[in-house]
């Protein structure tokens, strides 16, 4: 690529080689050729922002099963939009109001195996729209029994939950705790980020409202989209008047949505899931054999459709943690998912990834590992 107004030092550099899945520090996604050309489309032209989300609304609905949706800066932002609009719903007074929650329900009950650090805590995105945080059970567990007492306290806004790998009670009910919100007349907000693929199996569940990403693996421009019942999106959209100002999407990022959720609509699932699995099964072959690795196929916890890579060290966390660095210090760097790097893990997720570039992760590993 030439570009005379991008910096040299950024055009000179190798490109990286994302083998960490949707991670935020290294950019997230590439977008395709067609998501980029319809961001750049919007960037030079006006366009009604409104209008645009009318159709946003149209198209996230038909993709997510919910009946409405909208954009909004990014998932942290649709988090605090979320617990907003649960406190605030669509009053101007009460939007206005906000950080201040004098006079409003304000406590956020989540499980405490939820309360996660995905680069900050999710409790900041909760305390962002001057609500509390009451967490439920033990860090590693959460029962019904410990959810119900704390939804039936009057000053409950919502309940929020979270769909991710990075939680520790793989056991949690969801059914039952979206069930016991309900029948308590509280609002579920469901954190699902890098959920897009499941997404109607989270919608299903009847929350108020749905988080995800939109630039994780729709690859979209970086925006949050937040998917549910009517009422609530609405109120969603009216925080903009409010505290959801400093969190507005931008015109580009809303038609990159639109054109990546096309796009989304013309992939065979089960197709893209084959080569996914054909993709790392490859790499599994091609890496059997490195001295001290045990290299093995994991399915995602949540049953997203596609496995990744696991390589476990024998020498443990030292040498998994020596095996990283020296990664990024290739040409080109790679990076790769190290959650398990103290238990001597590391995990490679291929998603984003070409053959050849998998090729080239395969090559890296081999001379890191040596």
């Not at 650090?117 to 967490?135: E, F, M, N």
């Not at 469901?190 to 939109?214: F, K």
Request: with cysteine; proline share 6%; aromatic share 4%.
């Amino acid at each position: 690529m030439t570009n005379p107004l991008l910096p040299h030092t950024l055009l000179s550099r190798s490109p990286l080689l994302n083998a960490a899945g949707t991670f935020t520090p290294v950019g997230v996604s590439r977008s395709s050729p067609a998501v980029a050309e319809a961001t750049a489309w919007a960037l030079q032209r006006y366009l009604v922002i409104d209008e645009l989300q009318d159709l946003a609304s149209r198209e996230l609905a038909d993709f997510s099963g919910a009946a409405a949706g909208t954009v909004v800066h990014c998932a942290a932002a649709g988090i605090t939009l979320g617990v907003a609009a649960a406190m605030a719903g669509s009053d101007p007074a009460r939007i206005a109001q906000l950080p201040d929650t004098d006079g409003l329900r304000r406590v956020v009950v989540v499980p405490a195996p939820h309360l996660i650090d995905y680069g900050h805590p999710l409790a900041t995105d909760v305390r962002l729209a001057g609500a509390t945080v009451q967490a439920c059970g033990r860090p590693e567990r959460c029962t019904g029994d410990e959810l119900l007492p704390a939804l039936a306290a009057p000053e409950v806004a919502c309940l929020l939950l979270v769909s991710s790998r990075l939680t520790r009670d793989p056991a949690f009910d969801f059914p039952a705790a979206c069930e016991a919100a309900r029948a308590a007349g509280v609002p579920v907000l469901i954190d699902g980020a890098a959920q897009d693929l499941r997404v109607r199996e989270l919608t299903a569940l009847q929350p108020a409202a749905v988080v995800l990403s939109a630039q994780k693996y729709l690859a979209a421009p970086t925006a949050g989209l937040v998917v549910g019942e009517s009422g609530f999106v609405d109120a969603v959209r009216a925080q903009q008047k409010g505290i959801g100002r400093a969190m507005k999407a931008s015109k580009e990022a809303i038609v990159g949505v639109l054109a990546a959720l096309a796009e989304r609509r013309g992939l065979d699932l089960s197709s893209w899931g084959a080569r996914q699995a054909q993709k790392a099964q490859q790499a599994v072959e091609a890496l059997r054999g490195l001295r001290g690795v045990d290299t093995t196929l994991v399915p995602d916890p949540l049953g997203a459709p596609f496995p990744r890579v696991r390589l476990r060290f024998a020498d443990g966390a030292n040498e998994a943690r020596r095996v990283a660095q020296a990664l990024r210090q290739q040409d080109p760097p790679v990076w790769v998912m190290e959650h398990g790097v103290r238990e001597g893990v590391l995990t490679l997720e291929l998603v984003a990834l070409r053959a050849d570039e998998v090729d080239a992760v395969v090559d890296a590993l081999r001379r890191c590992v040596a």
